[in-house]
């Protein structure tokens, strides 16, 4: 490499070509220069290369040497959240909406980064600042990612999430142009109606879970099922069923959103449909090039994806209300009962233990807890998946809606946490001179992780 400039840009360059491990490998030889830019891509690379420990040092090198660097804290928050740090990736999302109070971006991510560690003392505050971010925007607006997926477990109107999807599917979308137009034609006789799925979860994955029997009953005589997946290849039985179950398993992982569109319009598929949405790690934008003649949303964002370029979302009387139509960029295609199919075969699991399933009758008024639940550690006692509170009788905690998509925790003894010398990354820093916080539980090499400014809002949160 003959300079920096030049190291970089072949950085990017692998990771736009979701390459992260060839990323990191290129920038690992020069992790000891103190350029912020160098190590906020090293830490990104790191991150999504699947090494999130070593990401963090990385990003925290980053925000010393740039103490308001806003990608650096959300790729630092994005490491955290893999790592299960939930109340200190929530902390990195504080400081980016203090950096960024207008951003619908960043008051999204703050909504959930607290949502998800149970601070509802914030609850309130965090929605009317969102929802006022969200009222400021132009219609047209087209300058950030909004995250949809953080809107949808929040109170809201149709119409916010409408504006919100938009805005974020324009800003995504930058760049991609439609390709020469292919109209639909009659099937001619003999031929079969070609399908593409475009999905990356075609692995051991919830997606994959609820499809894969609805993909083994596609009446194979009439219909060629296509999937194109840029998600991993696990080996696991499910991947093995979902690649039986269709008529070609089709990996486009190493390309870009112009680059499956490309290979879709390659495969003359008919009807697209896109399984991800506004949800993490998609490439549905691959649809703002128009590959098909007919493109569809379905199954994995029950919401709409604020896309001119997609035809119909399908759904349900319950998920996609013809009542809010005016609400939705797709036309709604309805499904009697429900839109989410399932696997018929799939073993069913035992009742969950009734002490996670109680909710405490009208009379009963326990003090709400002020505290994060944590899993119980007594042996022999599991956890509630849902609620994440112990299942044993003594140390049970109820959980009442109190608020449109929100638990409140009520009373209930959880195992004590332990308490930590660390301290979360603060905004404004003191002194003139910041150093990022030692955290006693980041082990491993100094390192640091951001996405770069041309993808990284495609990090959603799931």
């Not at 709400?368 to 609620?387: K, V």
Request: aromatic fraction near 6%.
């Amino acid at each position: 490499m003959t300079s920096l400039h030049d190291l970089l840009t072949t950085a990017l360059s692998a990771m736009a070509q979701h390459r992260y491990a060839d990323a990191a490998a290129l920038l690992a030889p020069f992790a000891h220069v103190q350029s912020n830019e160098l190590q906020r891509y090293y830490g990104e690379a790191l991150r999504r290369s699947g090494r999130p420990q070593e990401a963090v040092g990385a990003l925290m090198q980053a925000l010393a040497l740039k103490m308001d660097d806003v990608d650096a804290y959300l790729q630092l928050a994005f490491a955290l959240q893999t790592l299960q740090m939930k109340v200190e990736a929530a902390e990195c999302f504080r400081t980016v909406a203090a950096l960024q109070p207008d951003s619908v971006m960043a008051q999204s991510y703050l909504a959930h980064g607290d949502q998800q560690c149970a601070r509802w003392q914030d609850f309130d505050a965090n929605l009317a600042a969102l929802r006022a971010a969200i009222h400021k925007k132009p219609e047209d607006a087209a300058d950030e990612f909004g995250v949809p997926f953080t809107l949808v477990g929040l109170p809201h109107e149709p119409a916010e999430l409408l504006k919100v999807a938009r805005m974020s599917t324009r800003f995504l979308s930058r760049g991609l142009g439609p390709l020469p137009a292919r109209r639909a034609q009659p099937i001619a006789p003999g031929s079969k109606l070609r399908i593409g799925y475009l999905s990356g979860d075609f692995h051991a994955h919830a997606t994959a879970a609820l499809m894969v029997e609805t993909l083994e009953q596609h009446d194979h005589d009439r219909f060629e099922v296509l999937l194109f997946s840029h998600g991993p290849d696990d080996g696991s039985p499910l991947q093995q069923r979902i690649r039986q179950a269709c008529s070609r398993f089709i990996d486009v992982s190493q390309l870009d959103p112009a680059g499956i569109a490309a290979r879709l319009r390659a495969e003359a598929v008919d009807i697209a449909v896109d399984l991800k949405g506004h949800t993490a790690g998609s490439r549905f934008t691959a649809l703002a090039c128009r590959p098909a003649p007919v493109q569809v949303s379905w199954l994995g964002f029950p919401g709409t994806s604020g896309a001119d370029f997609i035809d119909y979302i399908i759904g349900d009387d319950i998920v996609t209300p013809l009542s809010d139509a005016s609400a939705y960029s797709e036309k709604i295609a309805q499904l009697p009962g429900c839109y989410q199919p399932g696997d018929s075969t799939r073993r069913r699991g035992r009742a969950r233990p009734m002490a996670c399933q109680t909710v405490p009758s009208s009379s009963w008024q326990p003090t709400r807890s002020t505290r994060s639940p944590r899993r119980s550690s007594t042996p022999g006692c599991r956890s509630c998946i849902a609620c994440q509170t112990p299942s044993c009788g003594s140390s049970a905690a109820a959980i009442r809606p109190t608020h449109s998509c929100r638990p409140r925790l009520l009373s209930g003894e959880f195992p004590p946490i332990a308490s930590s010398s660390c301290t979360p990354p603060t905004w404004p820093p003191t002194g003139s001179a910041w150093v990022p916080p030692t955290w006693p539980w980041i082990a491993g090499p100094a390192t640091a992780t951001r996405p770069p400014a041309t993808h990284w809002p495609q990090e959603c949160l799931s």
